[in-house]
């Protein structure tokens, strides 16, 4: 199970932490991801983080921007983002696969979502 938290409305310019909570150990050696949609639009990979190694993959509509970190003790992986924009405005998704993609299609367990808001 997978469960994101962190969620909510920030102006523009600002920063938000999400958190997802991975409760059970065959995520493990998983790569986790971040996603995001808006409403009658696809889901968008912005990042992903492996467990095991050091290694982290962003989309280029974010990079420099968000920042995937894992804390493996905790089993929580975060999404830092900052500087956002109006446009990132969506429902958060973190998902989990068993090697990299950045189609959400090769992720086979998903969160709740987390709605983030950026107001102008």
């Known amino acids: 199970q997978l469960v994101e938290s962190g969620g909510g409305l920030v102006q523009e310019g600002g920063s938000l932490r999400l958190s997802c909570t991975a409760s059970?150990?065959?995520?493990?050696?998983?790569?986790m991801g971040w996603f995001r949609q808006e409403p009658g639009k696809e889901r968008e990979f912005l990042a992903a983080?492996?467990?095991?190694?050091?290694?982290?993959w962003y989309a280029d509509s974010v990079k420099g921007r968000f920042t995937v970190s894992t804390d493996n003790a905790k089993s929580q992986v975060y999404l830092e983002m900052t500087s956002l924009k109006p446009e990132d405005t969506a429902v958060y998704y973190c998902?989990?696969?068993?090697?990299?993609?950045?189609?959400?299609?090769?992720?086979?367990?998903w969160g709740q979502g987390t709605q983030v808001t950026v107001s102008s």
């Open positions: 998902a989990a696969a068993r090697r990299y993609s950045p189609h959400s299609t090769f992720y086979n367990y």
């Open positions: 983080a492996a467990w095991t190694v050091s290694t982290t």
């Open positions: 059970e150990q065959s995520f493990d050696n998983a790569v």
